[in-house]
C-alpha cells in the first residue's frame, strides 16, 4: 500500500489567517468542523481540525504497523460519493487539518429520524449510492469501521457524501487480527464484538443495520449505548425488518436481513455483491412504475378513471397476493414480483420462523401509486416504496 511509508509535507498553517473562517458546524468524537472560505478562489470549504490527544490515542494502538493518517488515506480518495479532501496539514498548534468542499445538505441520520417523503422517495437511490462509495473503498483496500448514519452527508440535490475516515484501518492482517475493537456500538459487527478476526465484511454488517434503519427509524435490535450492552443482545437475531415496515419490497427486506447475518460467512461475501442486489430490486420497482405511469396516463387521455388495461398490467407483473395489505383507500395499488435470491430468501426466511405469525407480512409486494405532478412516484401514506424517476 502506497500510503504506508508516504510522509506528507508537513506545513504549520495559522487557519483563521489563510480562511475566512465563519463558524462551527459540526462537533465530532475526534475532531471540530468549522464551515469557512477560501478567499484565494471563493470556495466554501469545511476545515476539519482533529483532536490532538485522542488522536494520538488511537494511533497509538497501531504502534509499528505503519498506519496511514485520517488524512492521508482522506486525500487518498476520488469517489462522487465520498467527500474529497483538498489539502492536509498541521495547525500552528500542530493539530492535523483536513480541508473539503463544504457539503451543503444535513446528516443522514436526520433523515432516518424524519422518515418524510425525501427519504422515502430518494431511500433506494441513497442505499446504493453508500454502497457504491463503500466498494470503491473497499476494491482501495480499507476497512472503514465506522459506517453509520453519523458519518454520512445527503446533499441538497439528494447525493450521498462519506465524510469521516477516522477509525480506518488497511485492510492487510495486521489490521485483521482481534483486539482492536473500535466503531459505534450499535453497527460493530458481532465478530467484532466478540474480538474475533475482522476483515471488510463488518462494513457490509454496518452498511446493513444504516440500511435497516433508513427504513425502520430503529435498529435491528433495542439500542445500546456501550458494547457490553450490545453484548447482551448481540447474539440474539435481528428483528425482521418487515415486521416493522410490512408494506416494504420483499426483495429489498432480504437484501438487508442478509447483510445482518451473525455469521460473517452467511452474509454478503462483499458490498458489490449487496448493492447488485439492491439495483435489480431498484431498476424492477421503476420499470413497474413506468408501466403504471404511461397506462395512467393513457387512462387520462380516454377519461376513464382506472382503465382495465391497468389492472391487466399490473396482474400481469404481479402474483397474486396472499395476503391483502392494510386497508388504504387513497391510492390504488399494483404489486410487483419481487424477484428475492435464494440466498435474501433464507435470510429473511431465518428472520420470519422466529416468529410464524409473522410469515404473511414477509409475502407481501412493493406497491407503487398514482404518478404525481412532478413525475416521481408516490404511493399510499403507510408504504415505504415511493421512487423517483429523474
Ligand atoms: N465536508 C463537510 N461539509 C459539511 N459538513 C461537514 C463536512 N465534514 C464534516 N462536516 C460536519 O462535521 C461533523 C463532524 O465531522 P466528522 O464526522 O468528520 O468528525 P469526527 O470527529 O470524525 O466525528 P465522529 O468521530 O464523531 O464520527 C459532521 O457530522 C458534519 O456535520
Redesign the pocket.
Known sequence: MSLFHKKNKVESVDLSRRYNLIGR?????????W?AEDPMNGQS??V?V??KEKTLRYEARFKGLHKPS?ADIALSLKHPNI?RTLEVGQTTENETYLI??????C?LGLLVDLQNDRMKRYRTRYMIEIGDALAYFHKQDWIHR?ICP??I?VTEDDHI?L??F??TVPNTPDFRKPGNRTG?ANYMAPELIKRQPTDQRIDVFSYAVTCFEMYAKRHPWDAAMTIDAVMQHINKPPVPILDLCPRMDQQIAGIIMKGLEANPGERWQNIDEMVTELRTAEARLVKVTRELLVLRKQAAAGGKQRPKTEKKAAASTAPPLKKAAPEKPAAPAAKAKAPVSAAAKASVKRSSEQKPAKKAAAAKAPVVAPPQADSSVNASDDSDELLSLD
Open positions: 458546524v459540526g462537533q465530532g468524537s475526534m475532531s471540530k468542523v464551515r470549504i469545511a476539519k482533529l483532536d485520517e467527500v473539503m468542499p463544504f457539503v451543503e445538505g446528516g465506522d453519523r458519518n452527508m457524501k465524510i469521516d477516522g477509525l459505534t
